[in-house]
């Protein structure tokens, strides 16, 4: 039976073309900056994102991590969405290892925070107040339907930021879906941002890593707080020239999973007892609910896993699909039959 694994674009596998690269990467000793492949790939993240210098990091957790310690220092505080992955599901490793103080406003239904949010959370000059000093924005957000932020928006907070002297970091996990939903230049839409972090292993189908990219001297506190957590991972140009050619050859494609994603959002709302508003997905997140009084989002995630079709159960009604390299358009209609059979 083929497994359609929609749980996560995680899941995806490196192509036949990074393992040839990974196979014939040149490297070198990347704590003394001496990976070929690793700086290659540090330079090409930071061109494609308009900034001065980038890092290579083992995963987004990390990114985030070490670009909130480079921009923070410990009683710090950092404003971002109560959706936010790194307030959520990053085990508060900004508070339990840098010090640094989370303040959540409310996510909007497209993943943004309300203007009017950040101004309020933004602390005055009181010896009783932590300092504000970051904002963390989400794009795309993942836990509001994969929304995609644009550069408008993107701007308004930048404005804001200016007048308070506050810096902007992006987790950019799935930046480049952003760009392409978007259609924009993901040079424009990292503009206003000191930082931004995007992953290689999620729909761009490295097997490892993360780069955040930002100026020199945020560059260079970051390879610091790399080094402390742990990561400084020597001939790593192995896993970064997967990286490489996701870069190359994997952003544009990344179109053909919001297309699929938008067929099976278009799909599920043909469905009985299934509640989504296809009009809200934009890239390659689906969330859907299940609303049967006899059937737990449980009972609909294992009975749709016996017939092949993986899913993720998230909240208590729940469920998250999400389309990546190894889902096809004849897929989505294979899962659209089997969730059709179930909920008959
Ligand atoms: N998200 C994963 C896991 O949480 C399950 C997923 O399947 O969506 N930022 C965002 C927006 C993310 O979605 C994720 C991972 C991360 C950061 C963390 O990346 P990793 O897993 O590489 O540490």
């Known amino acids: 039976m083929r497994i359609i694994d929609l749980r996560s674009d995680t899941m995806t596998q490196p192509t ?18 001496e ?8 330079e090409m993240a930071a061109e494609r994102l308009g900034k001065e210098a980038a890092l290579y990091v083992t995963s987004g957790t990390m990114g985030n ?37 989370p303040w959540t406003i409310p996510n909007q239904p497209d993943g943004t925070l309300a203007l009017e949010d950040i101004k309020f959370a933004i602390r005055g000059d009181d010896i009783h107040f932590p ?24 701007k308004a907070v930048r404005e804001i930021a200016n007048r308070h002297k506050l810096k902007i970091h992006v987790d950019g996990a799935r930046f480049f879906n952003a760009a392409v939903a978007l259609g924009a230049d993901p040079n424009k839409l990292a503009a206003e941002a000191d930082s931004v972090s995007f992953c290689l292993s999620k729909g761009l189908a490295a097997p490892v890593g993360s780069v955040i990219c930002g100026t020199q001297d945020f560059i260079a506190n970051a390879r610091r707080a790399r080094k402390v957590v742990g990561g400084g991972m020597r001939q790593a140009g192995i896993l970064a020239a997967a990286g490489i050619v996701a870069l190359n050859e994997m952003v544009d494609r990344l179109a053909e999973d919001h297309a699929n994603a938008k067929k099976l959002a278009m799909g599920l ?19 859907f609910e299940v609303n049967r009084e006899d059937m737990t989002q449980q009972e609909f995630v294992q009975q749709i896993d016996a017939a092949g079709v993986r899913m993720l159960p998230l909240g208590p009604k729940k469920i998250r699909a999400v389309t990546h390299y190894h889902i096809t358009s004849e897929d989505i209609d294979q899962a659209l039959d089997v969730i059709s059979k179930v909920m008959k």
């Open 16 to 33: 036949d073309a990074m393992r040839q690269a990974m196979a014939t990467a040149k490297v070198g000793d990347d704590v003394f900056g």
């Open 35 to 42: 990976d070929p492949t690793i700086n290659r790939l540090e």
């Open 65 to 101: 991590l070490v670009s909130l310690m480079a921009h923070c220092g410990r009683g710090d505080e950092i404003i971002l969405g109560s959706q936010a992955h790194t307030f959520r599901a990053e085990q508060g490793g900004s508070a339990a290892l840098a010090g640094i103080h």
């Open 131 to 154: 300092r504000t000093r970051l904002i963390i924005l989400e794009n795309t957000h993942n836990g509001c339907n994969g929304c995609p932020l644009d550069a408008d928006y993107m």
């Open 269 to 287: 709302a043909q469905i009985p007892g299934i509640s989504i508003d296809p009009n809200q997905i934009h890239t390659n997140i689906i969330f």
